[in-house]
T-cell receptor, first 111, second 118 residues
Framework: AAGVIQSPRHLIKEKRETATLKCYPIPRHDTVYWYQQGPGQDPQFLISFYEKMQSDKGSIPDRFSAQQFSDYHSELNMSSLELGDSALYFC??????????FGNGTRLTVT | AQKITQTQPGMFVQEKEAVTLDCTYDTSDQSYGLFWYKQPSSGEMIFLIYQGSYDEQNATEGRYSLNFQKARKSANLVISASQLGDSAMYFCAMREGRNGGATNKLIFGTGTLLAVQP
């Protein structure tokens, strides 16, 4: 069965640089979520999209933005990166109250 | 506000034995879902089992079962016949009802690190 695809798997950036993470949800899933998981932490909700419109917003910094495109893939854009942004970033998708299915995550390291 | 509590930061279990991972939740919503996810050291988040608030029977998926006690607001995960590959972080999560058509986000507990010993 198709799963959520995230790219890249690993990303190394320097402080103040920008990064773009991509997510391809499971086909026919109408909701996409972004989560941030710091070392030793539980995943924290950042933002979600339902049918390409932002549906909910969590603890997403103003330096981050996200969108969902017509083909339902989503991108998380991160600017002015800080050391504290180093984390595992998950994308997940679901539909009709089904469980969230997570991608393998993008591990971002900011140096 | 909804909240998930996992009071066991770490657990040990002998291979082939059963283990219970605790989870309590708090919500004012009548319609909600409870989930357990497994996160191995490799980092991926693997869905294990789901229990809806209106489900009368406890959910089971292979060696996983969910001991759902609605009045006590608990949703403990039971893993039977533990295997070495079960060693991982386990997260309990909750989702309240649909929000304007969109499926609501999950709120996670802090997790329990399970170590299965041979």
């Amino acid at each position: 069965a198709a799963g959520v695809i995230q790219s890249p798997r690993h990303l190394i950036k320097e402080k103040r640089e920008t990064a773009t993470l991509k997510c391809y949800p499971i086909p026919r899933h109408d909701t996409v979520y972004w989560y941030q998981q710091g070392p030793g932490q539980d995943p924290q909700f950042l933002i979600s999209f339902y049918e390409k419109m932002q549906s909910d917003k969590g603890s997403i910094p103003d330096r981050f933005s996200a969108q969902q495109f017509s083909d339902y893939h989503s991108e998380l854009n991160m600017s002015s990166l800080e050391l504290g942004d180093s984390a595992l970033y998950f994308c997940a998708s679901s539909s009709d109250n089904s469980p969230l299915h997570f991608g393998n995550g993008t591990r971002l390291t900011v140096t | 506000a909804q909240k998930i509590t996992q009071t066991q930061p770490g657990m040990f279990v002998q291979e082939k034995e059963a283990v219970t991972l605790d989870c309590t939740y708090d919500t004012s919503d009548q319609s909600y879902g409870l989930f357990w996810y497994k996160q191995p050291s490799s980092g991926e988040m693997i869905f294990l089992i789901y229990q809806g608030s209106y489900d009368e029977q406890n959910a089971t998926e292979g060696r996983y079962s969910l001991n759902f006690q609605k009045a006590r607001k608990s949703a403990n995960l039971v893993i039977s016949a533990s295997q070495l590959g079960d060693s991982a972080m386990y997260f309990c999560a909750m989702r309240e009802g649909r929000n304007g058509g969109a499926t609501n986000k999950l709120i996670f507990g802090t997790g329990t690190l399970l170590a299965v010993q041979p």
